[in-house]
């Protein structure tokens, strides 16, 4: 904190993209410039003194799990929507990228939305909403893996598609929520709480699509090719089921650990402000002035360009992962090797790569804090997008031959490249704006994020029609 404070004391005369320049504050006073709300309560009103809760900081980690499951649950059920697509080869080829568009553009859309709708936000009710919606939508995904099997590929790439774009308004109404929410408690340890639930939200529903297809006897090979069929279409569908099942859990679950600490600090809360005149007027001068977004972009466009690129690069990855099998013949592979283990697999690899770049920030030795390097960094990861023309897409041969290749080299290294770079990037722009500034920071580079995630998903159009 000492050195923080010593960074804010810096002169107004040093260069403008320094860490915690004060000299230019005031920017965020032009006119004409789209703006942000500044942060409700600063430190001075003593919030930050709040009691550090293992309670609190769990309960965190499971808005951060809530809060991306649903996306995670897209990508990793990519053999279940195969199958239910398989008899119409434009969907079936098109479909994760149509996901992924309407899923980022209607999350770009929410957040841009709600971040215009500060003044009055109640936050934890923000929370709930989004659980609320999470569990209707959990809901008519479990029910569709078992009724209405009759249904077009066009007709249920529609309903496919109307789900994403729920899940996508949840996941902006809980972001939004969950970060500004963790902010009032003025405990870092919470913000990093919710990154930390979030890399393991990608971990647990592939981990639990691996387990369910395990737990399916196996297929006949001696069996007709039809019936082999029917059995493996009922394998895709009941281990979905089962997955769309502890997607519901997980919404329930989120939401009965949530109230009761919204109450406690509820509670907490209002015995500060009551007893801090300086703070309700804090409070109403904040109101009165919003931060600029040009602002922001002087101070962070390094940062901001890296974690815009850093995404839209990982983009790329699910349009590879849910086509690319074990260079094993099916027919001769162990049940792991085939795709519908397979796909998962990858899947789980990547995000465990992303789960463990995201632990490395934790080592001092692993941060860099340079904004100019990081952004050559995130230049760099676009080697990973030919290195997937290597492997075995859609079973046509793999120019290296190793499954280990495409798992360890592939995978496991653009999953923690981007767990990394990502978590870096978010973290270390606090530092470079002065102290009000902070939570619009937050919500600035969420929004570059988020942007990179909408054009990788775009793109990735490109690429998979030519494949």
């Known amino acids: 904190m000492e050195r923080i404070r010593c960074l804010l004391r810096k002169s107004s005369d040093e260069q403008a993209y320094e860490p915690l320049a004060e000299g230019h504050e005031n920017d965020s006073e032009r006119e004409g ?102 569990l209707v939508i959990f809901s008519l995904l479990a029910i569709s893996t078992k009724a209405f099997q009759d249904v077009s590929s066009m007709g249920y790439l529609v309903f496919i598609l109307i789900m994403v774009f729920g899940t996508s308004v949840a996941t902006g109404f809980a972001q939004n929520g969950a970060f500004a929410f963790a902010a009032s408690f003025g405990r870092p340890e919470y913000m990093g709480a919710i990154m930390m639930g979030q890399a393991i939200a990608g971990v647990l529903p592939a981990f639990a699509q691996i387990l369910s297809v395990l737990a399916m006897p196996d297929a006949d090979h001696w069996a007709d090719p039809k019936d082999q069929m029917v059995v493996q279409n009922k394998s895709t569908s009941s281990s979905a089921f089962a997955y769309f099942l502890t997607a519901l859990g997980v919404s329930i679950l989120t939401a009965i650990v949530v109230v009761p600490m919204v109450q406690r600090h509820r509670l907490a809360l209002d015995r500060k402000m009551g007893s801090s005149v300086t703070s309700i007027q804090e409070v109403e001068q904040a109101l009165r002035k919003p931060v600029k977004m040009l602002s922001l972009y002087r101070k962070l466009h390094w940062l901001a360009f890296s974690v815009f690129l850093c995404f839209a690069v990982t983009m790329f990855f699910p349009v590879f992962t849910q086509k690319i099998v074990s260079i094993v013949p099916e027919d001769e592979a162990p049940r792991l090797l085939q795709p519908t283990v397979f796909i998962p697999l990858g899947f789980l690899i990547w995000n465990c790569g992303d789960l463990a770049g995201r632990l490395a920030t934790n080592f001092h030795w692993m941060r860099l804090r340079s904004p100019r390097a990081l952004f050559v960094v995130s230049l760099s990861r676009v080697v990973f997008i030919p290195l997937y023309y290597l492997c075995n897409i859609e079973n046509k041969g793999a120019k290296i031959r190793s499954d280990a290749f495409y798992l360890f080299v592939v995978q496991l290294a653009f999953g923690w490249t981007n767990g990394w770079l990502g978590s870096l990037c978010m973290t270390e722009a606090d530092s470079w704006v002065n102290e009000k500034e902070r939570e619009a920071s937050g919500g600035f580079m969420a929004l570059n994020l988020v942007a990179g995630l909408t054009s990788g998903s775009l793109l990735s159009f490109a690429v998979s029609t030519s494949i």
């Open 33 to 134: 410039e789209t703006a942000f709300p500044a942060q409700l309560v600063s430190d001075e009103d003593g919030l930050d003194d709040t009691e550090f809760s293992w309670f609190e900081y769990s309960v965190f980690v499971m808005l951060g799990i809530a809060m991306l499951w649903a996306w995670n649950m897209f990508l990793a059920a990519a053999p279940y929507f195969q199958a239910r697509f398989a008899d119409n080869k434009w969907i079936l080829d098109s479909f994760q990228s149509a996901i992924t568009s309407v899923g980022c553009l209607t999350n770009l859309g929410s957040m841009t939305i709600l971040l215009q709708m500060q003044t009055k936000a109640d936050y934890p009710k923000r929370i709930l909403s989004a659980l609320a919606i999470n």
